[in-house]
């Protein structure tokens, strides 16, 4: 079915409309048709409808044909343009064509044929042009895009044109190299230039194969930067080849992977580092190894210092990466050593703990770090450009710094490379932390052990210093044997004591005097010659008390003598303790081997000599003490003797004392009896006497009287000392009772006084009583009072020739009154004093010639006195008196 076309007609002239119109129907187009009288029409039928042609006429009434194509066009219309115009004008045909008609027809050549075969043309060019124009908006849409998609795309296009030999490069491929494109000759050999000459072979062998063969183009290589380093890159390529297969072009892409080849390095590099770090506990040769492998792959050098437990730091790790530079860093770690409080950048990150990244190290900086300059000239050689330092933090504190440098070869350090290297000292620090500990607990394990085996030794010192010390108990008084008993003892317990002796001090000769050996070879030892002399070794360590190890080292060597008796090593110490003092010095010896002794045996030699020095001096005193024991025992026994004898003379005192007794007893019973039966016939001898003399009836002569009266009167003087001897022997019996009654001491003085008077009237004494007491009443047997009164009062006036006797009475006390009797007489001397109250005692016997008496009177009177619980004492001074005084007490009954 043919189709229908939709025309336009713009025409101001119905007729040539109609013309148009008819012409197109007979030529049998099938149409609709829509008319427009001007361009004003004309554009408000377009805006409406789509059109397949419009056929306009040149002159319009507001416009000419020209500028409604233009204006058609201009507004985007599609439709295909015939020009009608009115008379052949070429000009105008050209200028509406150029405009954007299709075709144009002088009005004078319409017919339907002309009109239909141009209306066909025309819309078959609109339409091509229309396709064309289309196809090539959406090209350019296309490549629009594509171009977007290149330059924003990371990776690089390539586009090599193999006929001209010209390679197009995009942006990206430019960046890859630092090349710009004015700078790159963009041939494939220039290009292949570029590639790292390891690759180039391989590569230029795989795009010859791929352009012949078709094999893949697929290749990673390293393609050189202008700065030098070189990229890690991978392309991919494909060819465009003729209809024989002939390549004329070839592209593709390249991608730089550096970055990435980069970070799987790295990643590659701490696998590694953690490898070495884990291989061992023991950190100080772990960081060597590390040093050298962080050398081969991110530093030219690399240091790696450990502050240490001693709080040192030591340079554990030092490599370079050029052989030619290793002198220089020994050099550096000798003589250079890491100092904490230098100025090198490590001991700096070590102090604040905080990494340090310098990407350019200026002169200054080298300046700073280096100590004099020859270490400045040093590091200058080594030429460094960049350094990193990363402290190793073990819970936030610096154990150590590990300093990386690159030289001029590298590229300067950057904030990837410092990241790289904390990552490596937080793996190293961890690594250092675990050595440490371990080490730490070795350390501890060996302590631990090495306590042990000293413990061990000690326990078997003191075993055998306890054996010792027991023999020593054993044998504390045989010195001598107890002497050759420790030096056998120590050559049994020190292995490598070949001989042993002592040597004692001499006090009379002051010289060491050998006392006794134990051992082999004992008799070859020139001790007074070789030791014992003023400065001899032995006689040092006698003076100073310090124990020496004597070492023969002239032993081996060439022209030693053999011969000599020096032992090969000897260790002497004195013989000394705190009691005892310095008594001499103990050695011991080994004839071969310069090394026999150690330090723990001069410990043990001189626990010996301590010993030693208290075992001399035990004996020592023992034997003083056995002498003294001896002389005791023999006092002892003198002792015992005499104390038998005391005791026998004891018994016999026993004995006598109640010999004495017993006589005593019978005495005074003997007495008793007697004086019973002496004084009744006395009594009849006195009474017949005195009848004698009254009888006034054959009284008796002168001489007879006188007889009697010499009867009577020593009569009488026999019944008193027959009384005195009576009473004595009743009290000293204990017959003699007291009969206490109250009375009136002061009259009871008074009376007896008086009664004695008269004999002190015959001597012309006088003879007083002075009485001064409150109460005179006292309670006591009145008659022995009186005895007692009488007794003192009568040797009172016996005794005195010329003066007076009183008697004073007071009170001691209100329970207590004294008696005393004082008299002016002839006195008693200090030597009797003490004897003139015992029995039948006078003080002189030639006074007894001259002074009547018995001896008995003081004797009872006493004996009276201290049956009243009294007292009795006498003052008495010779030629010039005596007074006897007597305490009673108020009451003797109480
Ligand atoms: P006699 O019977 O001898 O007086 P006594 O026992 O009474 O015995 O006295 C002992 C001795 O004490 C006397 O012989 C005398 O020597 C001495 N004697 C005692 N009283 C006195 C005195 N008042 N003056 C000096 N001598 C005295």
Redesign the pocket.
């Known amino acids: 079915m043919e189709e229908i076309l939709k025309i336009l007609i713009v025409d101001d002239d119905e007729v040539d409309r109609m013309a148009v119109r008819r012409s197109l129907k007979t030529a049998g187009i099938k149409m609709e048709v829509v008319e427009a009288i001007n361009c004003q029409e004309a554009i408000a039928s377009l805006s409406h409808d789509d059109f397949d042609c419009v056929f306009l006429d040149y002159r319009l009434p507001d416009g000419d044909g020209l500028s409604l194509v233009q204006d058609i066009r201009s507004s985007g219309f599609k439709a295909a343009l015939v020009v009608l115009t009115g008379q052949g004008d070429e000009q105008i045909a050209v200028e509406v064509m150029k405009a954007g008609a299709s075709d144009y027809i002088s009005k004078s050549k319409v017919s339907p044929e002309s009109l239909a075969r141009s209306l066909r043309n025309a819309i078959r060019l609109n339409r091509a042009e229309t396709l064309a124009q289309r196809a090539n908006q959406l090209l350019q849409e296309s490549e629009q895009r594509y171009r977007f998609v290149l330059e924003g795309s990371n990776d690089g296009i390539w586009d090599w044109d193999i006929i001209r030999n010209q390679i197009y490069c995009n942006e990206r491929c430019f960046e890859i190299t630092g090349l710009s494109g004015d700078g790159f000759v963009s041939t494939y050999d220039a290009f292949c230039q570029l590639i790292h000459p390891e690759d180039r072979p391989r590569i230029i062998e795989i795009v010859t194969a791929h352009l012949k063969l078709e094999s893949e183009c697929n290749v990673e290589f390293k393609l050189r930067h202008v700065s030098g380093e070189y990229r890690y890159c991978i392309a991919k390529g494909k060819a465009q080849r003729d209809s024989t297969g002939r390549a004329f072009r070839m592209s593709g892409i390249i991608s730089d992977i550096t970055e990435r080849k980069q970070a799987l390095e790295r990643q590659r590099f701490l696998a590694e580092a953690s490898a070495v770090l884990s291989a061992s506990l023991d950190y100080q040769a772990t960081m060597e190894t590390l040093a050298r492998l962080v050398v081969n792959h991110i530093a030219d050098l690399c240091l790696i210092d450990i502050l240490e437990a001693d709080g040192l730091v030591r340079r554990l790790g030092a490599a370079v990466s050029d052989p030619s530079k290793e002198n220089l860093v020994r050099q550096l770690k000798h003589r250079y050593p890491p100092d904490i409080d230098g100025g090198h950048p490590a001991m700096k990150v070590l102090r604040t703990g905080n990494s340090e990244l310098v990407r350019e190290i200026t002169d200054d900086m080298l300046e700073a770090a280096t100590r004099d300059a020859e270490h400045l000239q040093i590091v200058r050689d080594m030429g460094f450009r960049s350094y990193i330092v990363v402290p190793l933090l073990v819970r936030g504190r610096a154990i150590g710094a590990i300093s990386l440098v690159c030289t001029q070869a590298k590229a300067a350090y950057d904030v990837s490379d410092l990241a790289l290297a904390e990552e490596l000292a937080r793996r190293a620090a961890l690594s250092v932390e675990n050595g440490q500990l371990y080490r730490e607990a070795q350390e501890a394990s060996n302590n631990l052990r090495r306590a042990i085996i000293i413990l061990g030794e000690q326990q078997q010192q003191l075993r055998t210093l306890q054996q010792l010390t027991n023999l020593l108990n054993q044998r504390l008084s045989d010195l001598p044997g107890l002497l050759r008993l420790m030096v056998q003892a120590v050559c049994d317990a020190i292995a490598g004591a070949e001989f042993c002796f002592i040597m004692l001090q001499n006090p009379q000769c002051d010289r060491l005097v050998l006392t006794v050996t134990a051992g082999i070879g004992t008799d070859k030892l020139q001790l007074e010659d070789g030791f014992g002399s003023e400065e001899g070794l032995l006689s040092q360590v006698f003076l100073t008390g310090v124990s020496q190890l004597i070492q023969d080292e002239e032993r081996g060597k060439e022209g030693h003598s053999q011969g000599s008796q020096m032992a090969a090593s000897m260790y002497v110490v004195a013989i000394e303790s705190a009691q005892a003092g310095r008594l001499g010095v103990l050695a011991i010896g080994n004839w071969e081997d310069t090394h026999a002794f150690d330090q723990e045996d001069g410990f043990l030699l001189a626990a010996v000599g301590e010993q030693a020095a208290i075992a001399i001096n035990n004996a020592r005193l023992i034997n003083t003490l056995e002498e003294r024991e001896e002389r005791l025992a023999y006092q002892n026994e003198i002792l015992a003797q005499q104390n038998q004898d005391l005791e026998s003379l004891s018994t016999q005192i026993q004995l006598q004392n109640l010999q004495l007794m017993e006589a005593a007893r019978l005495k005074s019973q003997f007495l008793a009896t007697m004086s019973h039966e002496l004084r009744t016939p006395m009594n009849a001898v006195i009474g017949f006497s005195q009848l004698l003399l009254r009888q006034r009836q054959n009284k008796l002569t002168s001489h007879q009287q006188d007889m009697v009266e010499r009867i009577l009167s020593n009569g009488k003087h026999l019944l008193t000392l027959i009384n005195?001897i009576l009473d004595l022997s009743k009290i000293e019996a204990g017959k003699l009772q007291l009969k206490p009654d109250e009375f009136n001491l002061v009259h009871l003085v008074r009376a007896t006084t008086d009664e004695l008077r008269s004999l002190a009237s015959e001597k012309n004494l006088s003879l007083e009583v002075q009485a001064d007491l409150a109460n005179p009443q006292i309670i006591n047997d009145s008659a022995r009072v009186r005895q007692i009164l009488v007794?003192?009062l009568?040797?009172?006036?016996?005794?005195?020739d010329f003066g007076g006797v009183w008697v004073k009475l007071w009170e001691v006390s209100p329970d207590e009154v004294a008696i005393a009797?004082q008299?002016t007489?002839?006195?008693?001397a200090e030597e009797?004093l003490n004897h003139?109250?015992e029995e039948?005692?006078?003080?002189?016997q030639s006074?007894?010639k001259r002074?009547?008496?018995?001896?008995?009177?003081?004797?009872?009177?006493s004996s009276l006195v201290q049956l009243m619980h009294g007292k009795i004492s006498v003052e008495?001074k010779l030629g010039e008196?005596?007074t006897?005084e007597v305490v009673l007490a108020r009451n003797v009954s109480k």
């Open positions: 005195d007794n003192l009568s040797n009172a006036i016996k005794f005195t009797v008299d007489g002839i006195g008693i009797n003139i109250f039948f005692r006078q003080v002189d006074l007894s002074y009547a008496g018995t001896g008995l009177g003081l004797a009872i009177t008495s008196g005596s006897f």
